[in-house]
């Protein structure tokens, strides 16, 4: 079935410091991903979606120029938050849109990575 | 808009016991999806519904849709201690073509 690995899984930097994200679909090509964030007992917020060799779209409220997301690839989205602080703490989860499943029933899925815990310090 | 709305938000059961989580979305779509979440954890897919009357099944667990009323069920049978978990639907949302998730079920079953 459809793979997507997230990297890192958890992740601990200072405040003011960048961290990157990185999301690939190992076995498909994704040309639709789309980046989550979840705090404590709450539900997955989109955050933005992210279309190969485009710019990305962001959900009303999330700051693009805090959040850079970049698809060069078609197995590979990376959101990038700069100069984090402490609020930024949070669970980030990617997904990505698989067309190209074969023997699927749907045209496409959606398959979740991992997860990054991010904490800010 | 599609909003989706998932109840109860927490639901502590015991062992054996049965019960229905509800998820209701407000706009037509065509596909509507079940995830289970342990803590810490991402997401694990359960279901994939695809019509009005689909039902599908896996062990313990039995979803459902209705695409008339914009509801779907997850029906939990005979409950023990390892469904705990936070399960959530997500609808598919035609216009923009991504999903939108509910606020999420914490199931706690106690033995």
């Known amino acids: 079935g459809a793979v997507v690995s997230q990297h890192p899984s958890r992740v601990i930097c200072k405040s003011g410091t960048s961290v990157k994200i990185e999301c690939r679909s190992l076995d498909f090509q994704a040309t639709t991903m789309f980046w989550y964030r979840q705090f404590p007992k709450q539900s997955l917020m989109l955050m933005a979606t992210?279309?190969?060799?485009?710019?990305?779209?962001?959900e009303q409220g999330v700051e693009k120029d805090k959040f850079l997301i970049n698809h060069a690839s078609l197995t590979l989205s990376t959101l990038t938050v700069t100069s984090a602080h402490p609020e930024d703490s949070s669970f980030y989860i990617c997904s990505a849109r698989d067309y190209m499943r074969q023997g699927a029933q749907l045209p496409y899925g959606y398959t979740f990575g991992s997860g990054t815990r991010l904490t800010v310090v | 808009e599609l909003k989706v709305e998932q109840n109860p938000l927490f639901l502590s059961m015991q062992e054996g016991k049965n019960y229905t989580i509800y998820c209701n979305y407000s706009?037509?779509?065509?596909?509507l999806y079940w995830y289970r979440q342990d803590p810490g954890k991402s997401l694990e897919s359960l279901f994939v519904l695809l019509s009005n009357g689909a039902v599908k099944q896996e062990g313990r667990l039995m979803a459902s849709l209705d695409t008339k009323a914009r509801l779907s069920t997850l029906h939990i049978t005979a409950a023990v201690h390892d469904l705990s978990a936070t399960y959530f639907c997500?609808?598919?949302?035609?216009?923009?073509?991504?999903?939108?998730f509910g606020g999420g079920t914490r199931l706690m079953v106690k033995p």
């Open positions: 997500a609808v598919h949302n035609n216009a923009g073509n991504m999903l939108t």
């Open positions: 706009t037509t779509s065509d596909r």
């Open positions: 992210s279309n190969e060799g485009s710019k990305a779209t962001y």
